[in-house]
């Protein structure tokens, strides 16, 4: 086991029924998580990543359902596992860190009591241990003990995203998934929980999966980079890579300069049209609608993530290796 | 235009009320008899000559079911659209005017939700001259406030929708705004109380009446239900005078309540996404638990 | 604490609207009811003591604000007239043999109903789409259509009449004498029941339903999402995370809703001539007894406006972020 990549996620597809039809949000994405990196995963919103990201763990609400792919986490499937298996995996192999601080934390508890039922459900400690080992994980993310008695309420937005990491740590996992974790807040509270996270994971060498819209926050922290588009994964490649040399136009888009294929760079503000909507998909590549370079190929026919340098996979018509 | 289907509840609770319709309105052509009227022996259970059997007064079952649901049906309907108008003008203007004149109409919406109906129903039937009319105002007097309460929060929700702000942006009359940008816009929600206020106004209708209050020489459900307690019909066993305006009451009610969930799918499309979803699940023999399904067949 | 006083504060208006509108619906009724009201004490009550009705009705034939006033200081020291069908008590005394009954009945049915329908809702909401979501809510809402008192005949008819294995009518049974025996208790729990069945059974559906769709809701936020991440049971993720945060909203409902309960359950006590608040109203209304009408009206509406506040109290019990404010 001890050559199996900490997370492999292969071909992995989610569906929504929705009032018109089953709608596929995520369409066969593949990739590779090892112990101890840091993968982003960047996409606008309603691009999937939050559904991929609650899929590793099957946590997602109805009415989603899993129709493809493995999800292989130490060399286990965890969608062949049952319920019993599923609820010793969460937590304990990979925790959540996520987007709204406001929300992710319920609004009648304490957050003593949030963290308390984690360690009082999976390790069966006493209450007065999980309430020791819960005032050390506020300290460990800064926070004073005495706040385990407050409400979420009362509790700035930082503090509550810090104590959301600190929840997220309770129970020491191999893998901890981050998604949006400092959209909600403002300029310096980001900064402030990004470096406590950078800290951390430095400190207890955690793999992380990062989810974010923006790419300026996971060039900060992750190895590599995966972007995906209208649910599937269109580019992925090593940070410095994805940054010096992007290869689908979206990433460039994205990353806030467009590189022709023909000719040489130009500025360009942000990405014309909107993301498609995913009940009525284009055919061949979702993107092309939005895509200065779209060729005919484009539209009949859509193009497969495929190596296109050492690491760098990409998935466009335009692009040759 | 993609064919959308009218839900399966909506449906039947559409077929109900057309039978109660058609009888309210053919009502006089249908009936047996003369409502009011003694034909026979009382307390007759039923029978070839009289379906439903015959009360303590000697009058036809059937014949005064049908006569009930015209004069019921009428008040109710009547007295939900009162109730539905007044709650939509007291909602929306609090709603779109804010401020002092929001909090006064609020206040007075929430006092007025706050007193109980039935014993102010009481007192005010009892001063008023017995008849469907005072009737009319017991009934929109002690329940126009939760409509004026649900559609001062849609109109809330509303205000902050671009087609409004374009609207308040543009310098229109607030009035202007209130009746052909927001009510307008909010007929689902206009419906679903229409519908809540209508069972409301029945089932408070015939409350009343069985209660004594009201017109009691009308032949009406609550009417009905009074004389049949009056004649002791549960001490003589006669259930026949009971259970057929019992039923009719609820079927009406239920009716609506069918209609009024089948509107509350179709403005929130997310509910019938999860029966939808359930329903997928079930045909492929998964029972839904606690963590996303993983269906391998799905193309 | 801002929100106990605001509440505090409509209850207060809310209370002295219900003393006014009584003040004023005699007023406005054509005719003249007053006069037909005080016809019927006449050859029963002394001159004195009529003058003395008409004092506390205000009916004193000064300027409007001076009956007002006269019958504001009349209610204030608790002086509500004499009642018609009990002549020739003291509508107070009247009215203080039904309250007890009436607080029982319609107590015990609402928390049972409100318990028991905010259970269902949550397991339905829970199972969404399954079997007994898909069944059980037509069915409640069905009996729920029924009028209260309807259900209650029929009830009264299948188990007190043709089975006969509970009874008809009354509190307690009339050989025993109110104390705080066994075979008391036990009697006025056995007259309770059917009752407060038909009671249960009429609202159960509504609590159900506002349960269910407030649960659908808080089933979509992140902390319910965050729990099933975490591992907890179903169990735990169901009541301690999902069900105790939707039941506030029915919580803020349950005071709003218990007028409406209120309503039918007097209409049920009628059918069982169970001697509450109920049975009294119908007695005040064969007997044109408007002053007895009248003090069930007050007595129940502050009975409903403190028992609403004291849901808002529970409320700001359940909910810490009412605390602060």
Known sequence: ?321 | MTSTKIPRKASAGLVILGVFFLMALLGPLVAPYDPSAFVDIPLQPPSRAHLLGTTGQGQDVWSQTIAGARTSLLVGFVAGLAMTTIGAIVGAIAGTFGGLVDDVLSLLTNVSLVIPGLPLAVVLAAYLPAGTKALLVVLVATGWAWNARVIRAQVLSLRNKDFVAAAIVTGESRLYIVFREILPNMTSVLASCFISATVYAIGAQVGLEFLGLGDMSLVTWGTNLYWASNDAALLTGAWWTLVPTGLSVALVGTALVLVSFSLDEITNPRLRAVSDWARALATRGIRPGASTPVVRDHG | MRYLLRQLGLYVLAAWASLTLNFIVPRLAPGDPASAMFARYKGQLQPEALAALREAFGFTGGPLHEQYASYLAHLFRGDLGVSVAYFPAKVTDVLGMGLGWTALLTGSSVVVAFALGSLLGVIAAWRRGGAFDTTLPPLLVFLGAFPYFWLAMMLLYGFGFTLDVLPLRHAYDDTLAPSLSFSFLASVAEHLLLPATSIVLASVGGWMLSMRSSMIGVLAEDYVTMAHAKGLSPLRIMFHYAARNALLPNVTGFGMALGFVLGGSLLTEIVFSYPGQGYLLVQAVRSQDYPLMQGIFLTITMAVLAANFLVDVLYVWLDPRTRGR
């Open chain 1, 1 to 321: 086991m001890g050559s199996a990549p900490l997370l492999s996620v292969e071909d992995l597809v989610v569906v929504y029924q929705t009032p018109s039809g089953p709608v596929r949000a995520v369409d066969r994405v593949s990739f590779v998580l090892e112990r101890g990196e840091v993968l982003g995963l960047v996409g606008e919103s309603g691009s999937g990543k939050s559904t991929v990201a609650q899929a590793l763990a099957r946590i997602l609400a109805p009415p989603a359902m899993i129709t493809g792919g493995r999800v292989l986490f130490e060399g286990h499937d965890v969608l062949a596992m049952n319920e019993d298996e599923l609820r010793r995996f969460r937590w304990r192999k990979m925790s959540f860190v996520l987007q709204s601080a406001m929300n992710a934390l319920s609004p009648v508890l304490t957050i003593g009591d949030q963290i308390i039922d984690v360690l009082v459900t999976h390790e069966r400690t006493s209450k007065r241990i999980a309430r020791e080992r819960a005032a050390h994980l506020l300290e460990l993310v800064g926070i004073d003990p005495a706040r385990l008695t407050s409400h979420p309420h009362e509790l700035s937005g930082g503090m509550r995203q810090r104590v959301g990491i600190a929840l997220a740590l309770a129970l020491d996992p191999p893998l901890v998934v981050m998604d949006e974790p400092t959209t909600a807040l403002d300029v310096v509270v980001q900064h402030e929980v990004l470096s406590k996270i950078a800290e951390l994971k430095e400190k207890l060498g955690l793999s992380v999966l990062f989810i974010t819209h923006d790419m300026s926050v996971v060039s900060q922290f992750a190895t590599r980079i995966g972007v995906l588009y209208a649910g599937r994964l269109v580019e992925m490649a090593p940070t410095r890579e994805l940054f010096r040399a992007p290869r689908h136009p979206y990433t460039a888009g994205l990353l806030g300069s467009f590189v022709s294929i023909h000719g040489p760079r130009r500025r360009l503000a942000g990405i014309p049209g909107s993301p498609p909507d995913l009940r009525r998909l284009p055919t061949g590549c979702a993107f092309r609608a939005r895509c200065r370079e779209a060729a005919a190929r484009c539209a009949t026919e859509a193009p497969a993530l495929r190596v296109i340098a050492e690491d760098h996979h990409t998935a466009c018509h335009l692009v040759s290796p």
